[in-house]
Structure formats: structure tokens, C-alpha cells
């Protein structure tokens, strides 16, 4: 199977996207997925790497069809979400895909 990709969106703060990388590395370790890439992109980057084994964080909805697991979590990029919280959305994502192989 191939790697699960964890398409993270940058917002305008360096910042807010440290906070949510931390999320995904914590939730991952936590629910052990250990074969995931984690990459940073840009609003316009992430088409490139859509596909049915990649989820994109976003901060807010895409307006265009993907083929990715979309999980919008503002409050990742605020630091409002508590970390359980998180996990249990990126675990949902995750048994998507695999439910689709």
C-alpha cells in the first residue's frame, strides 16, 4: 500500500503551522501509524499531491474537488482543539482511506 501523505495547508503564520504539525506527529505516535509523510504546502501546492492516500489540514473547507480526506480543524491552527480531540479526527481520516483500498 503506499504511504499515507498528511498534507498540512500553511496559513500566513509560521507559527499556527507548528502548532498543528505538532498535533499530527503526537496523534500520530499515538494511534501508531508510523509509514505517514507529513508535508508542509502551500494553497496552491497541495493539487499536486492529491490523491486516495492523502489527507490535507486545512484551516478551511477546499472549494474544489479532491480526491484527499479533507479535515478542516481551525482550531488545530489556533491551538483550540485538545490533542484527544485531534486524534480522533486524524484517526477518522485515516480508517477512510484505509476503508477505500
Known sequence: MEFIKILV?????????IKVLNYINSALEQIN????????VDFN???????KHTIIVTPVPVAQKIESQSLVCQGAY???????????????CIEKIYANV
Open 78 to 92: 489556533l491551538g483550540l482543539v485538545s490533542q484527544d480531540e485531534f486524534n480522533k479526527l486524524l484517526k477518522e
Open 45 to 51: 501546492g497541495f493539487k499536486y499531491w492529491d490523491s
Open 9 to 17: 495547508l500553511q496559513s500566513s503564520c509560521s507559527g499556527r503551522n
Open 33 to 40: 501509524i508510523k509509514d505517514a509523510k507529513v508535508l508542509n
